[in-house]
T-cell receptor, first 111, second 114 residues
Framework: QKEVEQDPGPLSVPEGAIVSLNCTYS??????FMWYRQYSRKGPELLMY????GNKEDGRFTAQVDKSSKYISLFIRDSQPSDSATYLC???????????FGRGTSLIVHP | SQTIHQWPATLVQPVGSPLSLECTVE??????LYWYRQAAGRGLQLLFYSVGIGQISSEVPQNLSASRPQDRQFILSSKKLLLSDSGFYLC?????????????FGSGTQLSVL
């Protein structure tokens, strides 16, 4: 079992839909959780950063962490074609030099 | 504010040729620096990381090497490229210290070895 599991997709949705992207993990020591957005042939861009359990909202994006279930989610409201990208989750126990990344989920938002 | 520069954006090299990719970070001191490779349709593979000048940790033994000659400069090299070295190379940095878990990436170099 990989430490971080993420469905590669692609996930195809119509414009305006609510998108749910998810990662599961096995290491209960993870405390810091990140979501990155990566456009084709570009570097990943940090979208959301959360510590421990709970929700964090930033505009159309909401990050949710459920440590009891070892499950994190990224919700995108009112999705736009410009949201089409690969979304990578990443997590760390803290005090580590190296975060663990999921393989990424490809999202396609069609007009 | 902090910025990361990575170049070149695209590189086409013949098999057996040398490689040098450079990454520099501005606006911060003593960052942790990373080199990742991302093959098409695959996840990020950590190649090297560095916590200070001259300090390099290798995650994947192969024909690549890394050096950190200055605090904010990280170089990825190879003496002889293989076909399997093709991929998207990413440099990243992180503020030194615990509880600073955010990793910031450069724009990447698409390397094609022919």
């Amino acid at each position: 079992q990989k430490e971080v599991e993420q469905d590669p997709g692609p996930l195809s949705v119509p414009e305006g839909a609510i998108v749910s992207l998810n990662c599961t993990y096995s290491n209960s020591a993870f405390q810091y959780f990140m979501w990155y957005r990566q456009y084709s042939r570009k570097g990943p861009e940090l979208l959301m950063y959360t510590y421990s359990s709970g929700n964090k909202e930033d505009g159309r994006f909401t990050a949710q962490v459920d440590k009891s279930s070892k499950y994190i989610s990224l919700f995108i409201r009112d999705s736009q074609p410009s949201d089409s990208a690969t979304y990578l989750c990443a997590m760390s126990p803290g005090g580590s030099y190296i975060p663990t990344f999921g393989r990424g989920t490809s999202l396609i938002v069609h007009p | 504010s902090q910025t990361i520069h990575q170049w070149p954006a695209t590189l086409v090299q013949p098999v057996g040729s040398p490689l040098s990719l450079e990454c520099t970070v501005e606006g911060t001191s003593n960052p942790n620096l990373y080199w990742y490779r991302q093959a098409a349709g695959r996840g990020l593979q950590l190649l090297f990381y560095s916590v200070g000048i001259g300090q390099i940790s290798s995650e994947v033994p192969q024909n690549l090497s890394a050096s950190r000659p200055q605090d904010r400069q990280f170089i990825l090299s190879s003496k002889k490229l293989l076909l399997s070295d093709s991929g998207f190379y990413l440099c990243a940095w992180r503020t030194e210290g615990a509880a600073n878990e955010k990793l910031f990436f450069g724009s990447g170099t698409q390397l094609s070895v022919l």
